[in-house]
């Protein structure tokens, strides 16, 4: 596809459920990040791959959440035992680079999930 | 403290009307600042991208920093309501999307 796309965008998710976000990348792009918006706030980083490798994982919350990317390009976010907190926006990213200069990365539309 | 602080509105200004936006920041480490753009239910999209202290012009949009005063601003002139969302201030100190801080964003309303 053209941009970023994630899965589900809806996700209703009871309290202690485990939920899985998928993201599939812009084609071509090693560099891949996840961000959670809570509601009325800005982005905040969570982890970042370059292909399969985990580079950063310094912004995930707790041991609940987790996240792979295997071959490189489609990745996933799992968090284990969702608690109410997690409720919020999960953005995934995609870029060439890590860097910004003369670099864009692009999101995706994000995942909503509200945990009840 | 937060790092970047922005904020939240919401600003509403009629058509034609020029728009400022700003942010604040306490980190004199960062160097590297963006403006993004998010409409309701979609991702960010980035605006404009400023490295260290100055100004930049692209069409409608002027993105201006001081360093020394920790601040950064963002114009619209002849404002639309296509520009109708909010808009996220982000900066970073290495220029590496791993370390990006993003403000609560200003929500605004450019009515017809």
């Known amino acids: 596809g053209a941009g970023v796309s994630q899965s589900p965008r809806y996700k209703v998710a009871k309290r202690g459920q485990d939920v899985a976000l998928r993201c599939d990348p812009i084609s071509g792009h090693v560099s891949l990040f996840w961000y959670q918006q809570a509601l009325g706030q800005g982005p905040e980083f969570l982890t970042y791959?370059?292909?399969?490798?985990?580079?950063?994982k310094s912004g995930l919350p707790s041991d609940r959440f987790f996240a792979e990317r295997p071959e490189g390009s489609v990745s996933t976010l799992k968090i284990q035992r969702t608690q109410q907190e997690d409720s919020a926006v999960y953005l995934c990213?995609?870029?060439?680079?890590?860097?910004?200069?003369?670099?864009?990365?692009?999101f995706g539309e994000g995942s909503w999930l509200t945990v009840v | 403290q937060k790092e970047v602080e922005q904020d939240p509105g919401p600003l509403s200004v009629p058509e034609g009307a020029i728009v400022s936006l700003n942010c604040t920041y306490s980190n004199s480490a960062f160097q590297y600042f963006m403006w993004y753009r998010q409409y309701s239910r979609k991702g960010p999209e980035l605006l404009m991208y400023t490295y260290s202290s100055g100004n930049k012009e692209d069409g409608r949009f002027t993105a201006q920093v001081d360093k020394s005063s920790k601040y950064i601003s963002l114009f619209i002139r002849d404002s639309q309501p296509s520009d109708s969302a909010t808009y996220l201030c982000a900066m970073t100190a290495k220029g590496g999307a791993n370390n990006l801080f993003f403000g609560t964003g200003t929500r605004l309303t450019v009515i017809p």
């Open positions: 990213a995609s870029s060439l680079s890590v860097h910004l200069s003369g670099n864009t990365i692009y």
């Open positions: 791959f370059q292909n399969e490798a985990q580079l950063d």
